[in-house]
T-cell receptor
Framework: NAGVTQTPKFQVLKTGQSMTLQCAQD?????MSWYRQDPGMGLRLIHY???????DQGEVPNGYNVSRSTTEDFPLRLLSAAPSQTSVYFC????????????FGPGTRLTVT | AQKVTQAQTEISVVEKEDVTLDCVYE???????LFWYKQPPSGELVFLIR??????QNEISGRYSWNFQKSTSSFNFTITASQVVDSAVYFC??????????FGGGTRVLVKP
């Protein structure tokens, strides 16, 4: 199993540009989520999905869209990038029960200039 | 809403010393789940341990041990006989029903040889 994969690893955007961060998992996990990690801080939940076709907002959803058309993929879209979105983005997945640990991808480091 | 507090921002120890990391999880939920994750300098997030709110037994796994006390909302984590490879940022996280994980701000552990 590849686990949770994320692409790209690094990205630089200009203010106003849009892009999609890709996330895929091959563990047949129902639950997937996106977090952002800002310097010196813990991770904050952006959006999450409890299964294909179902998404919901986390703590910091503004400026981001998600969709879950398949169990495997959970892309995160930045609609109009802003410098405040400069961060490291982590995708995670878990089987679906609260007791299950989340498996994290390697992260995408995004810089918005 | 949930709140995870890691009061220690950085701990520095000499190899073979024990390290105890403090975490306080505040929630109104009676059922919840607690986790510790490690983030080494390479940046990935690694699951370490988990605990549910029903079980207050202390546990030991290798060099790791943890102490959960529901009455004080504390979920402390100890590394026994620390090693240089333990140098990392450690995150405490909590999750009520619903798979919405909330992270603390992290504690940076530096183990000097």
């Amino acid at each position: 199993n590849a686990g949770v994969t994320q692409t790209p690893k690094f990205q630089v955007l200009k203010t106003g540009q849009s892009m999609t961060l890709q996330c895929a998992q091959d563990m047949n996990h129902e639950y997937m989520s996106w977090y952002r990690q800002d310097p010196g801080m813990g991770l904050r939940l952006i959006h999450y999905s409890v299964g294909a076709g179902i998404t919901d907002q986390g703590e910091v959803p503004n400026g981001y869209n998600v969709s879950r058309s398949t169990t495997e993929d959970f892309p995160l879209r930045l609609l109009s990038a802003a410098p405040s979105q400069t961060s490291v983005y982590f995708c995670a997945s878990s089987l679906g029960q609260e007791i299950d640990e989340q498996y994290f991808g390697p992260g995408t480091r995004l810089t918005v200039t | 809403a949930q709140k995870v507090t890691q009061a220690q921002t950085e701990i520095s120890v000499v190899e073979k010393e024990d390290v105890t990391l403090d975490c306080v999880y505040e929630t109104r939920d009676t059922t919840y789940y607690l986790f510790w994750y490690k983030q080494p300098p390479s940046g990935e997030l690694v699951f370490l341990i988990r605990r549910n709110s029903f079980d207050e037994q202390n546990e030991i796994s290798g060099r790791y041990s943890w102490n959960f006390q529901k009455s004080t909302s504390s979920f402390n984590f100890t590394i026994t006989a620390s090693q240089v490879v333990d140098s990392a940022v450690y995150f405490c996280a909590g999750e009520p029903a619903g798979n919405k994980l909330t992270f603390g701000g992290g504690t940076r552990v530096l183990v000097k040889p």
